[in-house]
Protein backbone atom coordinates (compact mmCIF):
# COMPACT_ATOMS: atom_id res chain seq x y z
CA UNK A 1 0.00 0.00 0.00
CA UNK A 2 1.55 3.34 -0.61
CA UNK A 3 1.28 6.50 1.03
CA UNK A 4 1.99 10.05 1.13
CA UNK A 5 2.02 12.42 3.32
CA UNK A 6 2.73 16.41 2.86
CA UNK A 7 3.85 19.20 5.25
CA UNK A 8 5.78 22.14 5.14
CA UNK A 9 3.12 24.41 4.06
CA UNK A 10 2.12 27.83 5.79
CA UNK A 11 1.98 31.34 5.11
CA UNK A 12 4.39 33.32 3.86
CA UNK A 13 5.15 37.14 2.35
CA UNK A 14 6.27 37.30 -0.81
CA UNK A 15 10.00 36.65 -1.46
CA UNK A 16 9.80 34.13 1.69
CA UNK A 17 10.77 30.78 1.41
CA UNK A 18 8.95 27.51 2.65
CA UNK A 19 10.48 23.80 2.42
CA UNK A 20 7.63 21.35 1.84
CA UNK A 21 7.90 17.41 2.75
CA UNK A 22 6.36 14.69 1.40
CA UNK A 23 7.21 11.67 3.33
CA UNK A 24 6.25 8.50 1.74
CA UNK A 25 5.74 4.66 3.30
CA UNK A 26 4.64 1.09 1.84
CA UNK A 27 7.04 1.44 -1.14
CA UNK A 28 10.99 2.00 -1.44
CA UNK A 29 11.34 5.75 -2.22
CA UNK A 30 13.02 4.97 -5.49
CA UNK A 31 10.00 2.37 -6.62
CA UNK A 32 8.72 5.53 -8.38
CA UNK A 33 8.82 8.94 -9.54
CA UNK A 34 7.58 11.60 -7.16
CA UNK A 35 5.98 14.90 -7.92
CA UNK A 36 5.24 17.86 -6.69
CA UNK A 37 1.35 19.41 -8.21
CA UNK A 38 -0.54 22.39 -6.94
CA UNK A 39 -4.22 23.71 -7.17
CA UNK A 40 -4.64 26.63 -7.24
CA UNK A 41 -8.26 28.71 -7.03
CA UNK A 42 -9.64 28.73 -10.99
CA UNK A 43 -6.55 26.98 -11.86
CA UNK A 44 -6.37 22.76 -12.81
CA UNK A 45 -4.08 21.18 -10.79
CA UNK A 46 -0.67 21.34 -12.41
CA UNK A 47 2.92 19.55 -12.22
CA UNK A 48 5.47 21.74 -10.26
CA UNK A 49 8.22 19.69 -9.97
CA UNK A 50 9.36 15.47 -10.00
CA UNK A 51 12.31 13.18 -9.34
CA UNK A 52 13.15 10.10 -10.74
CA UNK A 53 15.08 7.38 -8.93
CA UNK A 54 18.13 8.97 -9.56
CA UNK A 55 18.56 12.53 -7.46
CA UNK A 56 20.11 13.89 -10.60
CA UNK A 57 16.53 13.42 -12.53
CA UNK A 58 14.31 16.14 -12.00
CA UNK A 59 11.97 18.25 -13.56
CA UNK A 60 10.68 22.05 -13.07
CA UNK A 61 8.13 23.68 -14.70
CA UNK A 62 9.06 26.81 -16.41
CA UNK A 63 7.29 29.17 -14.18
CA UNK A 64 9.22 27.97 -11.16
CA UNK A 65 12.58 27.17 -12.37
CA UNK A 66 15.61 29.03 -10.49
CA UNK A 67 12.93 29.61 -7.77
CA UNK A 68 12.37 25.81 -7.17
CA UNK A 69 14.49 22.62 -5.83
CA UNK A 70 13.18 19.16 -5.74
CA UNK A 71 15.24 16.46 -3.56
CA UNK A 72 14.87 13.45 -2.03
CA UNK A 73 16.05 11.53 1.07
CA UNK A 74 15.92 8.02 0.81
CA UNK A 75 16.77 7.25 4.43
CA UNK A 76 14.18 9.30 5.85
CA UNK A 77 11.41 8.20 2.56
CA UNK A 78 10.56 11.51 2.25
CA UNK A 79 10.88 14.25 -1.23
CA UNK A 80 11.35 17.66 -0.25
CA UNK A 81 10.32 21.11 -2.46
CA UNK A 82 12.41 23.67 -1.67
CA UNK A 83 10.76 27.07 -2.22
CA UNK A 84 12.46 30.15 -2.66
CA UNK A 85 11.37 33.99 -4.02
CA UNK A 86 8.08 32.79 -3.42
CA UNK A 87 5.58 34.83 -5.28
CA UNK A 88 1.61 35.54 -4.91
CA UNK A 89 0.64 33.08 -7.87
CA UNK A 90 2.88 30.34 -5.99
CA UNK A 91 -0.28 29.76 -3.37
CA UNK A 92 -2.47 26.55 -3.83
CA UNK A 93 -2.89 23.68 -2.06
CA UNK A 94 0.52 21.49 -3.13
CA UNK A 95 0.25 17.79 -3.26
CA UNK A 96 2.78 14.98 -3.77
CA UNK A 97 2.02 12.02 -6.14
CA UNK A 98 3.52 8.88 -7.19
CA UNK A 99 3.98 9.03 -11.12
CA UNK A 100 5.50 5.71 -13.73
CA UNK A 101 7.57 8.45 -14.70
CA UNK A 102 8.35 12.52 -14.63
CA UNK A 103 6.63 14.67 -17.00
CA UNK A 104 3.39 16.41 -17.67
CA UNK A 105 2.53 13.14 -19.96
CA UNK A 106 2.46 11.02 -16.42
CA UNK A 107 -0.34 11.52 -14.41
CA UNK A 108 -0.38 11.26 -10.48
CA UNK A 109 -0.86 7.98 -9.12
CA UNK A 110 -1.33 7.32 -5.44
CA UNK A 111 -1.28 11.13 -4.07
CA UNK A 112 -1.32 12.83 -0.42
CA UNK A 113 -3.43 14.97 1.12
CA UNK A 114 -2.15 18.14 0.62
CA UNK A 115 -0.63 21.24 2.21
CA UNK A 116 -1.55 24.89 2.37
CA UNK A 117 0.89 27.24 0.36
CA UNK A 118 -0.11 31.16 1.19
CA UNK A 119 1.90 33.78 -0.57
CA UNK A 120 0.38 36.96 1.03
CA UNK A 121 1.55 40.48 2.44
Known amino acids: QVELVESGGGLVQPGGSLRLSCAVSGFALDYYAIGWFRQAPGIEREGVAC????????YLVESVKGRFTISRDNRKKTVYLQMNSLKPEDTAIYYCATQTACGAGFPGLSWGRGTQVTVSS
Open 51 to 58: ITGSPKST
